[in-house]
């Protein structure tokens, strides 16, 4: 079964970028418009790997992540953001509260998309082959 | 003075940032002794510095010197895949 990506952002142009950049792997790309959106989708089925955006209206990254991370630690999240101070004002509520996340760059180029996707998904991968030896 | 200076960019003091430091760590200090100097920034602390080093997702090691500066991203649990992306191989080592 291919492995699965989630992602969550409230621009279409975003959403549409990461599937193009992605359509000739082997994973499954799936988009959400919305945290709620988002949120639904992974109690629906399970993710390997979820993009989301920290400036969406209605609920935003940080409190999506919350959510994410009520039941699901392990998963990995990369936030989208912009590398500036407010924004980052708004992750250290997460840091302080200890959950794990890392950042990724606005705007996200393809090339981004592919390595850090492929090292990401492929070094799981990896890791279980390694575990059946 | 040490022969390399190396920067680890994490976003914040999380549980999975600090395992990502302690992991390279422990293979640095297996492969180049006490030949490096390792440190690690918070990018939410430091927005400005992380731009200036064109980082564009965390985590990031950066070898800053000798040059060329290199980058590499991921959870650095690969020791070739690191020591390769950051060109500090046995051989490349050698023929410097």
Known sequence: MSKRILIIDDDEAVRRSFISALEDSKFQVDTAESGEEGLQMKKDAEYNLIFLDLKMPGMNGVETLREIRKTDKEVPVYIFTAFHKEFFDQLRIVEEQGLNFEVIKKPVGSDLIVTLTKLILGQHEETKEASHV | ?96
């Open chain 2, 1 to 96: 003075m040490y022969e390399f200076r190396l920067y680890l960019y994490i976003s914040g003091k999380t549980a999975n940032s600090v395992a990502v430091a302690c992991n390279l760590k422990l293979l640095l200090d297996k492969k180049l002794k006490n030949q490096y100097s390792l440190e690690v920034v918070n990018l939410l602390d430091n927005p400005q510095r992380a731009q200036e080093d064109n980082i564009l997702a965390t985590p990031t090691l950066v070898k800053a010197s000798p040059p060329p500066k290199r980058k590499i991203i991921g959870d650095f649990s690969n020791e070739e895949k690191v020591l390769s992306g950051l060109g500090l191989t046995e051989e490349e080592r050698t023929e410097k």
